[in-house]
Nanobody
């Protein structure tokens, strides 16, 4: 069992930056593919970014490429999402996710989910 706890959300002006963190419980964190998803009001949850266990491979949604960076620190059981050049359309609840297979994260069906953290970008 893996428990995920996100933090770092908040209110920021357009053009600003935020860094989200997700701390995972369990001793097998380093073996999991980690991802970030988001859900805006009235919209379906969507994939944002993912990172493999080694950190060597990363994946991004087209809408965030060049602005967001996913990274992980396996010694701290933590995955990060650095968000720069934020736009009002980035406003959403951001969820951390974990899975043993990359394909499930990219498909939006990871095994474990966090509770989410709100990000609001004002114009």
């Amino acid at each position: 069992q893996v428990q995920l706890v996100e933090s770092g959300g908040g209110l920021v002006q357009a053009g600003g930056s935020l860094r989200l963190s997700c701390v995972a419980s369990g001793r097998t964190f380093s073996s999991y593919v980690m991802g970030w998803f988001r859900q805006a009001p009235g919209k379906e949850r969507e994939f944002v970014a993912a990172i493999t266990w080694s950190g060597y491979n990363t994946y991004y949604a087209d809408s965030v490429k060049g602005r967001f960076t996913i990274s992980r620190d396996n010694a701290k059981n933590t995955v990060y999402l650095q968000m720069n050049s934020l736009k009002p359309e980035d406003t959403a609840v951001y969820y951390c996710a974990a899975s043993s297979e990359t394909r499930t994260v990219l498909a939006g069906t990871p095994r474990y989910w966090g509770q989410g953290t709100q990000v609001t970008v004002s114009s």
